[in-house]
Each structure stands twice: as C-alpha cells, then as structure tokens.
C-alpha cells in the first residue's frame, strides 16, 4: 500500500552474510543493517599435493665386535655352589655371576687367577695417601740449612772474638815485654846479659864453630863517648837511657869484638821509625857510622881503637828498646884502610881482608848470641811474678 512502511528487521539479527543481499531482495542504502558476508564452502576432498622426494638412507653404524668371554673363577673348593634355584631368574635358567668379578665380592689371595697390579706411593702423598704439601717437605731441609748457618756465623763470631781476645792480649803481652827489656840494664846480673863465655856453633866462616871469651866489661855509661858523631845524631831521636859494653875474644885471641847494648827511651812507635830508616837509607853500612870498640888496658883488646875497626853490625830491635851492635879487629893493634860491614864481608865473593879474616862472622856471630840472651832474659822478667 502506499504510504505504508515496511516492517524493520531487528538490529543485530544477521540472517545474510555481510556484502550479501538477501534472497529476493536488494541491498539499499537506506538499510540499518549490514549483512555479514558469507565463506566459501569447504571442497569435499583436500587437493592433492605433491609429495617431498624420500631421504637418503643413513650408512649402518659400525657394528663393534663381540666382547670375549668373561674367564671364570674356579670353584672354590671350600664354598659350595649355589644351587639352580637360587640361581634362576625370572626369564629362566643362565649363567651364574662370577664372585670375583662382583664389586662386593671379598678379597682373596692376590694373583690366583688374575695378574695384581700395584702402583708405587707417588711422590708428594705421605702412607696414608695424603698428599704432602710443598713446604712439609721443603720446611726440613730449610730448618737444616738455617741451623748450618746459624752455627757457622756462630764459628765465625767466636773466631772473631776470639781473635780479638788473643790481639788484645797479644798487645798487652808485647807492652808488657817492652816495658820489662827497658829496666834489665841495672835490674840483671851482668853475666845473664854479657855471659864470661858463649859459644858461637856454625858461626865462623863456612859454618865453623866459634867460641868467645869475656876479657872485659865497661861499666854503665851515657853515649857522649861511645860512638863517632855522626852515629851518635843518628841515634838522637830515640835518646840514650844507659849503654853497657863487653869486649870478648876468640878461642886463639886473634880477634877481638866489643858488644854493647843501647838502652833507649823511646816508645816502640819510636824503635819502629828508626829501624826503617836504618833499614831504608842502609845506615848499617855506612862506613861514617861505626860504633867505637872498647879497649880495656892490661887485656888483648888493649890496642882495639878507632882505627884498629875492621867490621861491624848495628841492629834496632821493636820488640824493646834496645839498640844492639858489635865492632871487632886484630887483637895485635893492627889498622884497616878499608872496613867492611859484617852483612858485606859476609857475602859471597867478599875478597876485603876483613871478610877473608872472618871478622864479619866475629861481629855478626857474637851480636846474634848477644841478642837472643837479652830476648830470652826480657821474656824471664815479664813473665817473672813477685814474691
């Protein structure tokens, strides 16, 4: 009818499919409502496909070869087997296990049927198979080297010391001596330093025995007349305390040699000085500075002058302060244009009259004697204790 309106569908009911129109009517755009628009249908049968060509075949793994067979243990005289039905299993009868080869099993007798191995204890693990750290093991060695050291340095400081110990008495000894050998001029016996005889073994020319015999003693004096003057200012730095002399003769009195001993007031720093400068500048040797003899009247010395010197020795001792010297001669008063000292008529070849004489072996021979009785009789006195 005209004028009439169509009835509307209710909103939300979809009976068509969206973008298509319902039978038998036509989409409008004055419609309030959208269709839902409708899926293909399903094909009855899935398309064929193709399908994908067939993988290579994987190469057999390597079969690995049958084991051998377990060797088995003897039957062990003293066990009884075990019966078959303990030894049955569920899928039937098979093999009975070897004891010895089961991890419970106990041990028996090492070696029976299969070889024993056993390893050494490796180095660094101690018997319980504890490993042993580095410096347990270094710790000993290291206590011993300490302990070696220890005592050497202990060695070594007690040579020190000791070395200290017999220096120091060492000097005082020495003093001791050189303080003792400055009083024998008036506190010994003069037959202790100048003896009436003394024998001189190898001391002649060519190792010849020698004896000399005491004619004459000089009584304790200074040093004005003692010596020429050049000698007495060589002899200055040291000073002049006492000298005492002796005058002696050989066996046939042919010779005569007076020796004396020059107390003197130095230090031994001083005795030291002049014994290097007599050492040094040769002064022994030195014709200018020969000590002057003694000649006692009424004895075969009594013609032994100035001029009558044919050798001589003089010699600084350090050890006391004592100059010692000896001067012999003809005993028959003869000169000598040319003396020689006893070092130089000593020598070999020496042709002087002196040396052909043996007069240097005079004066050298006695001196030495002389000498070791003033060291020997110092080392009395130091050594001596008072009553």
Known sequence: MPGSRR??????????????????????????TFPMPTAPPRPATPPQTTPPPPRPAKPPKPT?????PRPTAPPD??????????????????????PAMSWTATAGTPGSNRPVVTFGEPDGYDERGWG??????VAPRTAAAAACMVLGLGLIGGA???????????DVAVA??????????????VDELFPPTVLGTGAGPGGADRTWTRI????????????????????????????????YTDATQSYVTTVGLLFTKADPAGMTALAKRFKDEHLDRRTDLMPLPYAAKGTAAERFGRHQRASWTISVLTDAPVVAYAVSGWADGRSVDTPQSAADAEASGATTAAAQAGLGNEAQGLADRIERRLRQTTADSATEKPS
Do not use: Y
């Open 7 to 32: 009835p509307e569908r209710s909103r939300g009911d979809f009976p068509a499919p969206f973008g298509a129109p319902e039978s038998g009517t036509a989409w409008s755009p004055h419609m309030r």
């Open 64 to 68: 690995t070869p049958p084991l051998p």
């Open 77 to 98: 005289p003293g066990v009884a087997p075990p019966s078959r039905d303990t030894a049955a299993s569920p899928h039937g009868p098979g093999p009975l296990p070897d």
């Open 132 to 137: 042993r750290s580095l410096v347990s093991r």
């Open 160 to 170: 020190v010391t000791g070395s200290w110990i017999v220096d120091d008495d060492g």
């Open 176 to 189: 001791t001596s050189f303080s003792a050998a400055a009083g024998l001029w008036h506190n010994v016996p």
């Open 216 to 247: 004459a003693v000089a009584p304790a004096t200074g040093c004005a007349d003692a010596f020429d003057p050049l000698l007495r200012k060589a002899l200055a730095p040291v000073g002049c305390q006492r000298l005492i002399r002796a005058t």
